[in-house]
Nanobody
């Protein structure tokens, strides 16, 4: 059974940091491109960061809005995807989801809420 479970969300002040984690099971994690998406209030879901599968994990992409502040990484030995978020802004408030994708197949987690507020 495929599972993606995000954690690490919470409430943080502007300028603060959070680290999100996504634990995967039930599929060959290392063979999938992994991504973080987010959906803010009244907004469409958008890609935040993506990292290539095993052998291509040097390929990392970021939304312009988070470049230089967020960093995506993966631990293929433990099936964990991470997102380090620094210098958080109120506009980063959203529900954050991890996604696994390979050859047209996609899996999504239920999401974790991040709220940036003073």
């Amino acid at each position: 059974q495929v599972q993606l479970v995000e954690s690490g969300g919470g409430v943080v002040q502007p300028g603060g940091s959070l680290k999100l984690s996504c634990v995967a099971s039930g599929f060959s994690f290392s063979e999938y491109t992994m991504s973080w998406y987010r959906q803010g209030p009244g907004k469409e879901r958008e890609m935040v960061a993506a990292i290539g599968r095993r052998g291509y994990d040097f390929i990392r992409k970021y939304a312009d809005s988070v470049k230089g502040r967020f960093s995506i990484s993966r631990d293929n030995a433990n099936n964990v995807l991470s997102l380090q978020m620094n210098s958080l802004k109120p506009e980063d408030t959203a529900k954050y989801y991890c996604k696994a994708a390979r050859e047209g197949r996609e899996y999504w987690g239920p999401g974790t809420q991040v709220t940036v507020s003073s």
